[in-house]
């Protein structure tokens, strides 16, 4: 009766706050399942970086820099119906190539892909490939003939880790090369593609290229989480990255702590939305460095350049300073110095081979890095056997301009080279 009595004002004020806080827990839990994963308790780890030989003397990593323009200039001669083209053809597209040098002289640094000889006028150098080249060259296109569904399984999934599902075409043409996708795939994609993809236009009046797709997709590490019977395929699942640390590595106490707490947090798919995480968050850290494990596991040398990868940041949902994850993070990714830039390499594709799928261009690419090793020593042998001949008066000057027709002419005539 003394809790019904209208008089009771305060009674009814403090009966109506607990009946909301009853239901206003009820229906807006205090704790969700991922409101402890989205504190902070970032620490700013320093590690000083320390060279590893092993991942610095990997030679399909840090050779594929020099391959890349190799492998186009390749291209090009391979299309050419003759087989062989004037070297007047190619010495102005430098900058197309990505060639370092003047073309000429970067083709005559590699005699094992690719053979000169004096053209049928005006004594102009031309260039055909070698035999072994043009072996390997068959084995190139058969790959990709018989391993398309796999490429197209890679751009795939590279376009779904994507915010909108959707990426630039130039941002695809930049990672190409890492994708293993041929040259003149972007410029056949009706052919190369199926019907989840398709066209669209982007913002800035970018043509981009997005994909559809309603099944769930598993990322390297929970496929292979669930092999290990540790994971189940339920939301929020804790998932421990693997880890491979030098052997002399001593973390400090605090951040050892960090980074047992970090491997305790819900492991986010880089294929599932990602836009209700603080940014600040130890699990948006998390799922950062998921990403980055991904990526790398789709590219053919699971390694590229830190760089590079910067243009992703907004396409990507990446912060701002990503390139920061590799650093704090050195049991999962080396940082290689070599050839004058930062080369990110993922260390699981290296310490077990079992965990992630070899990619099918890989054993192609090592085969023209063998003639690259062959043009070496060729060229070795030649400057030895030069020692031991006066060539008197004759001077071949291996770096002469061959952008201007005129020149060439004038001074390969002088050239003592004999038709092969």
């Known amino acids: 009766m003394f809790l019904t009595n209208p008089t009771s004002k305060t009674l009814k004020k403090l009966l109506s706050h607990s009946q909301k806080t009853i239901f206003s827990y009820l229906y807006h839990p205090q704790n969700p399942p991922y409101s402890h994963t989205q504190k902070s308790h970032y620490v700013d780890v320093y590690m000083k970086w320390k060279k590893d030989p092993y991942y610095d003397s990997i030679d399909h990593i840090h050779k594929s820099i020099h391959l890349k323009p190799i492998i186009s200039l390749k291209n090009c001669i391979a299309q050419d119906p003759n087989g062989c083209i004037p070297i007047s053809q190619v010495s102005k597209r430098g900058l197309e190539f990505d060639v370092p040098m003047k073309v000429a002289r970067f083709l005559r640094q590699y005699p094992a892909i690719f053979e000169e000889f004096t053209g049928p006028q005006y004594n102009l150098p031309w260039f055909r490939l070698t035999p072994e080249a043009v072996e390997i060259d068959r084995e190139e296109k058969r790959?990709?003939?018989?391993?398309?569904?796999?490429?197209?399984?890679?751009?795939?999934?590279?376009?779904?880790?994507?915010?909108?599902?959707?990426?630039?075409?130039?941002?695809?043409?930049?990672?190409?090369?890492?994708?293993?996708?041929?040259?003149?795939?972007?410029?056949?994609?009706?052919?190369?593609?199926?019907?989840?993809?398709?066209?669209?236009?982007?913002?800035?009046?970018?043509?981009?290229?997005?994909?559809?797709?309603?099944e769930k997709l598993l990322s390297v590490i929970q496929r292979n989480a669930m092999k290990k019977g540790v994971y189940f395929g339920e939301p929020m699942e804790v998932i421990e990255f693997p880890f491979f640390p030098r052997k002399d590595a001593r973390l400090r106490r605090k951040i050892d702590d960090w980074l047992k707490e970090f491997q305790k947090l819900p492991y986010v798919s880089p294929y599932e939305d990602f836009l209700h995480l603080d940014p600040?968050?130890?699990?948006?850290?998390?799922?950062?460095?998921?990403?980055?494990?991904?990526?790398?596991?789709?590219?053919?040398?699971?390694?590229?350049?830190?760089?590079?990868?910067?243009?992703?940041?907004?396409?990507?949902?990446?912060p701002q300073k990503v390139h920061k994850a590799f650093e704090r993070h050195p049991h999962m990714f080396y940082l290689s110095l070599r050839n004058k830039t930062c080369t990110a390499i993922l260390k699981e594709a290296y310490n077990d081979k079992l965990a992630i799928e070899r990619h099918p261009l890989l054993r192609v690419r090592n085969k023209y890095i063998n003639l690259m090793k062959q043009s070496g020593v060729i060229l070795k042998n030649k400057r030895l056997s030069n020692r031991f001949i006066d060539h008197g008066s004759v001077k071949l000057d291996l770096d002469l301009d061959l952008d201007v027709v005129d020149e060439e002419r004038r001074e390969m005539t002088d050239l003592d080279v004999s038709p092969v």
């Open 143 to 214: 790959v990709f003939e018989n391993c398309k569904e796999d490429l197209k399984d890679r751009l795939k999934r590279f376009i779904l880790m994507s915010k909108g599902k959707v990426l630039p075409l130039k941002i695809i043409q930049g990672m190409q090369w890492y994708l293993g996708l041929p040259e003149d795939f972007l410029r056949c994609l009706e052919v190369n593609l199926d019907g989840s993809f398709k066209f669209v236009e982007m913002e800035d009046g970018l043509k981009g290229l997005a994909v559809e797709c309603e």
């Open 280 to 318: 600040g968050s130890d699990i948006a850290e998390k799922r950062v460095v998921g990403f980055l494990h991904e990526l790398l596991s789709l590219f053919v040398e699971h390694s590229a350049e830190r760089k590079k990868l910067l243009c992703l940041k907004k396409y990507f949902g990446l």
